[in-house]
Nanobody
């Protein structure tokens, strides 16, 4: 599975961005797709995930109510709509896919990773 992330950019606090992650190749191996982020000097952390089969969604507490993950299975694409962005959301955002059907917030459980897309939120 190859993952291509896009949509990052520079936005003022309170603004919005939508990230996209297109999957290609063995897309049936992407039962769970998620987003992680890594800020400078920090470890990579879970942001959100969604199940291909159930449509269930999962969020980190820090983004609940502000971010929405969705997917278009026909296009093999997952989206992350980010609203009311804060400076602390500034990070390199990665999309990831997991072949297993159970979701996880542990990055080691994800089998495929895309390149990061930078999100910068100015105050």
């Amino acid at each position: 599975v190859q993952l291509q992330a896009s949509g990052g950019g520079l936005v003022q606090a309170g603004g919005s961005l939508r990230l996209s992650c297109a999957a290609s190749g063995r897309t049936f191996s992407s039962a769970i797709m998620g987003w992680f982020r890594q800020a400078p000097g920090k470890e990579r952390e879970f942001v959100a995930a969604t199940s291909r089969f159930t449509g269930s969604t999962y969020y980190a507490d820090s983004v609940k109510g502000r971010f929405t993950i969705s997917r278009d299975n026909a296009k093999n694409t997952v989206y992350l709509q980010m609203n009311n962005l804060k400076p602390e959301d500034t990070a390199l955002y990665y999309c990831a896919a997991r072949a297993g059907t159970n979701w996880s917030l542990r990055e080691y459980r994800y089998d495929y990773w895309g390149q990061g897309t930078q999100v910068t939120v100015s105050s």
